[in-house]
């Protein structure tokens, strides 16, 4: 974990000096200043702020304030050269834990639930040292049935889907 936040911050850095003052440029601020709940931060105040800066900050109000949205978006969007290099490795791990997750030894039919997939899902990014980037979904569609479901139990010829986001800088 400690090796993995080191990346993260090393990233966060680089973002900060790299992408973020071409972004500004871009949209024509000076200043960005990021308005959030504490304790319910968006991806945008993840990404910019260390953890242990979490829930510490200020509120600032003026009437020369105007929207970031577009820099918010443009921000999320970027990656360094760095970053990009961690994602193949990431989606190659996404695809290991959905086959494992929609395997026999995960999935039981007729016994095992939709939901207990999906919790399986994260705790695997838990034990590997991860962050999940949003909660795991899985749903089924079953023949002949009325499209997708999000509760029941798996039945031996199911259709599974599955969303399963792997957090690493936000």
């Known amino acids: ?5 080191m990346l993260q911050n090393q990233w966060r850095r680089e973002r900060l000096e790299t992408i973020l003052p071409e972004l500004m440029a871009k ?4 200043m960005w200043i990021l308005v959030t709940r504490e304790d319910n931060e968006d991806p945008v105040a993840s ?6 800066l979490s829930g510490d900050r200020g509120l600032v109000h003026s009437s020369r304030l105007s929207s ?3 820099l918010a978006v443009a921000w999320l969007e970027q990656r360094t050269r760095a970053e990009m290099q961690v994602y193949p490795p990431l989606i190659e791990l996404g695809h290991k834990i959905i086959e494992e997750a929609f395997s026999s030894s995960v999935v039981k039919p007729g016994q095992t639930l ?4 999906a919790w399986w899902m994260w705790q695997k990014l838990r034990d590997l ?3 999940a980037w ?6 089924l569609n079953r023949p002949g049935g009325a499209g997708m479901q999000w509760q029941g139990v ?6 599974l889907f599955c969303d399963l986001g792997i957090g690493t800088l936000i």
Request: no cysteine; net charge negative; charged share 35%.
């Open 134 to 139: 949003f909660r795991p979904m899985v749903a």
């Open 47 to 52: 990404s910019l702020l260390p953890p242990v």
């Open 1 to 5: 974990m400690r090796e993995q936040d």
């Open 129 to 131: 040292g991860l962050k």
């Open 27 to 30: 949209e024509e601020l000076d």
């Open 154 to 159: 798996i039945e031996r010829g199911d259709l």
């Open 114 to 117: 939709i939901a207990d997939v």
């Open 68 to 70: 970031a949205e577009g």
